[in-house]
């Protein structure tokens, strides 16, 4: 089934970065000051990485790391699931279903160009918030 909405006609395109090397107070506040959940970490003009809200707390206050010492790198999300702009939403669905994501970085001719969430999608096309709810409740 197929929308004919492009990936490219829901993503954000204002794109939230920080370095490998960003610390995660700084990290925080910069999702913090831009309403976001995650946060896309670039090295040399290249995604390398996201971190999360989740993995914040997962992988640096739940095991209990130095905040003040730990970087991006240290917890970020590598080899994420990507997806290009022309791609239809309901593709963008199954695969955020499919993979068990909340957000696909978009990425065209090698270079990150956005990034499509759940949120986007709704914002959209509030319809598809039945497919967006079997998503979360498939658990």
Not at 4 to 31: E, N, Q, W
Not at 93 to 107: G, T
């Amino acid at each position: 089934m197929k929308s004919g909405i492009k990936v490219s006609g829901a993503m954000t395109k204002k794109l939230i970065t920080v370095s490998p090397d960003s610390l995660l107070p700084f990290c925080a506040r910069k999702m913090l000051s831009n309403n976001v959940g995650c946060i896309l970490v670039e090295e040399n003009k290249k995604l390398v990485g996201i971190v999360t809200e989740k993995d914040i707390v997962e992988q640096a206050v739940g095991k209990e790391l130095d905040i003040k010492k730990t970087k991006a790198k240290d917890i970020m999300t590598t080899g994420m699931i990507t997806i290009h702009p022309n791609t239809d939403i309901m593709e963008a669905i199954a695969i955020m279903k499919r993979e068990d994501v909340r957000r696909l970085p978009v990425i065209e001719n090698n270079k990150i160009i956005g990034i499509l969430t759940q949120k986007d999608i709704l914002k959209i096309n509030p319809s598809l918030f039945k497919e967006i709810l079997k998503m979360i409740l498939k658990k």
